[in-house]
T-cell receptor
């Protein structure tokens, strides 16, 4: 079975721009969660989508948004980029529910200049 | 407020010996705990998990112990191998927060040949 894929792997943007990251979950997985990893804050939960609906949300500003399509693929968008948004953005998929392990993609490394 | 803490940023052990990684949590609503391993430039890889109804779970060289009264869990790796050198994250979740993992800051394990 193919793993979680994320595109692009690397991205460089400037302050004020917006960015869209993509995630394709493992086949059959309907839950997709997004995380931000930074050296100072570690791995922080952004949001989770299940059956095209946002089911859970972390403590991030409204500039961070996401969506999920009918094939379970997910995108996250960050608008009005700030320097502090530079991070590794990780997507994880699971079958569903808290008892199912999340499987992570390789991440998208975003650099904001 | 850091709900999951890994107080040791790093750990170094000799090949063949036991590695013990520790994790503490503060939220009594957490009822499922997971350990992930992460290599540079890759997403976290799931290792082992434990439900709060158990106090031990074993999978090959990896054993996770849970002490609910102390709100403490630990990961034992026996015997340690050089390929185990990576960053280890513990994570926690609860039934009411599907898809949301709260991660510790990570412990870098170095296994010396």
């Amino acid at each position: 079975k193919a793993g979680v894929t994320q595109t692009p792997r690397y991205l460089i943007k400037t302050r004020g721009q917006q960015v869209t990251l993509s995630c394709s979950p493992i086949s059959g997985h309907r839950s997709v969660s997004w995380y931000q990893q930074t050296p100072g804050q570690g791995l922080q939960f952004l949001f989770e989508y299940f059956s095209e609906t946002q089911r859970n949300k972390g403590n991030f500003p409204g500039r961070f948004s996401g969506r999920q399509f009918s094939n379970s693929r997910s995108e996250m968008n960050v608008s009005t980029l700030e320097l502090g948004d530079s991070a590794l953005y990780l997507c994880a998929s699971s079958l569903a529910g808290p008892r199912n392990e999340q499987f992570f993609g390789p991440g998208t490394r975003l650099t904001v200049l | 407020d850091q709900q999951v803490k890994q107080n040791s940023p790093s750990l170094s052990v000799q090949e063949g010996r036991i590695s013990i990684l520790n994790c503490d949590y503060t939220n009594s609503m957490f009822d499922y705990f997971l350990w992930y391993k992460k290599y540079p430039a890759e997403g976290p890889t799931f290792l082992i998990s434990i439900s709060s109804i158990k106090d031990k779970n074993e999978d090959g060289r990896f054993t996770v112990f849970l002490n609910k009264s102390a709100k403490h869990l630990s990961l034992h790796i026996v015997p340690s191998q050089p390929g185990d050198s990576a960053v280890y994250f513990c994570a926690a979740t609860s039934s009411g927060n599907t898809g949301k993992l709260i991660f510790g800051q990570g412990t870098t394990l170095q296994v010396k040949p």
